[in-house]
């Protein structure tokens, strides 16, 4: 017998209760069954959202809500900056390039954050630029960008959104898209909300509903307006992943019930706890700066393959951790500490990579890890 | 206590054993776990679908399939022919719209099936039209349009595709994409599969993929070509459905146990007995002709509110069955028989009805609709 552990940044585990929630018989999407939980979800996503705009809701991963990000909002021809720091600041600049929306690119070393200056500099020399899209937290490369001060920068910009995917960040750590001014924030379902994969979120400011108006950007599926209008009237433009939203009216009472802050403490204790663990075990973390509080990315140690840790930790610990995309394939190893997660998942996962490393022959020192971990837990 | 039958045409009921199945604990997408399921599931939709090309999975509703049939096929300016016979047909038209695709619509009258001789003329007087966009089972009036015959028609026009949103038909009746000429088959998750909603399906001949190199239309999360490369690695362009794929995964278990041959002539039955049953309490059908065997569109009684049925069906029979759509709102009602559905579901249906409207001053015979119907199941 060997137990499974997913600790990989998404899907993330989620809780037995929202599973056995979700098992239940399926109702209609257009009947007094289902509309009041889409009222009472509305309203919950405002909450976590922080926000006091409708946050939309859609049947698509992550990626649906980053489309309809820009195809909402802008027209074929107009200028953007996109902020390529990894995987998914990279997917902005390709979805740009399938619209006709000419994206500057700003290019970011992958494990590093954006500086904010430089989309302060592009701002000041363009003020045509309509857009500035970047991620709250990158998941490829466990960095997160500042977003607080980017959107401090923006927001004297009236012709210029700012669009935040947080889909590996909210509900991890604080995003106040209504006092910072993040005109788009998007999140997915099968990350901090511990439900699976199939619905993407985003809240929509004033200002980018004024430029939905004028953007031209083929649409239909993925109109944010019609579902807006749609939502008023607690239902959906089209059919509703219902089983998922009847998971999430679940996340968002548990969510509740902890508090929005305890939430963050919790993911930030996590988070640390594992930095620190991997660094007592002699490991380097991977980012340069501003690591992620949703998943933490180590290096391979010299002369290790880190997709060797990856498949070892699967295989002989039944950890499900996540390697290295693209460039970093080999590199890199990743570890989440978001959604239904607590002291002793990290715990494993240290735990797990100390003897994964052991056998493959690395020098550290077995619970060295661990120990460290432990001490933060108990703020030693 | 009142008990719950879902009776709607899509959420359909899940079978138990499925919602059980799909409430195992998460597992990672891009992993061992999870492409042997992609695996299996890709080989059981070829078998479901009759086809020797790939079927593609995507995380939307059915509209998403629609809009992609569309944007990964065509240019703007394009010109298509559209059947506009109820309320899905019609979107066929705002989403050509959205694309900037000259959609010339035929206008059937709903509850009425197209004259595949209509099709025929448009094609012989302009063979510059790129495609011809029906649907097999009309949801909203309940009609099933020939698309056999249709079929035969466009097959003799090699830069014209035939589409086909089989979303309420597959898995109901026999559709044979590669052996008639369909080269796009599109299917939803909440239908005839009975799984919950949030996965969309399509099929694409090389007819069609020849299409896809030249086409211009903006698309990025629903593009086929990705999502094909990808599904030949056993994987997603983007984060699948997982839970609901590895519902799927039972789902094709359970049809091919019961063999398609079967599954149809199931579902023959309880469209007959239902459609026999509302007749034999005195109503009318609502298709004028060729009426589908998902779904059975019954005319409220002359003075009688087909709203008030459906909304006493729902709350003294607690029967979710479904009322008209626009301009048929209060005129019909429907009763779903797809999916997981048997004969003791259509005897409720019948009974409910006759329990309502009697309640309402109806003068059928109690008893009278569920007799026909008996004697249609023992074949009397």
Known sequence: MIKKYLLAPGP??????????????MIHHRSPDFSPIM????EGLKWLFQTRHDVLIMASSGTGAMEGSISNFLSPGDKVLTVNGGKFG?????ICKAFGINAIEIMVEWGEAVDPAIIADHLKKDPSI????VQASETSTGVAHDV??????VKNYPDTMFVVDAITALGVFDIRPDEWGIDILITGSQKALMLPPGLAFASVSDKAWKMNERAKCSRFYLDFKKERDNLKKNTSAYTPA????????QVLRTLREEGLQNVFVRHSLLANATREG???????????????DAVTAVKA??????????????????ITAAGGQDHLKGKIFRISHMGYCDKFDVITAISGVEMVLKEMGYSGELGSGVRRAEEIFLIL
């Open 242 to 249: 219902v089983s998922l939203i009847i998971g999430l009216q």
């Open 130 to 133: 309509k857009g500035v899209y």
């Open 12 to 25: 993330t585990p989620v809780p037995p209760e929202v599973l056995l929630r979700m098992a239940h018989p």
């Open 90 to 94: 990279e997917r902005w600049g390709k």
């Open 301 to 318: 140690p010299e002369g290790f393959d880190g997709q060797q840790i990856y498949k070892r930790l699967r295989e002989s610990c039944g």
């Open 278 to 292: 991997m660094k007592g075990f002699g490991l380097e973390l991977f980012p340069k700066s501003s690591p992620s």
């Open 39 to 42: 009222e009472e979800v509305s």
């Open 148 to 153: 607080k001060s980017i959107a401090g920068i």
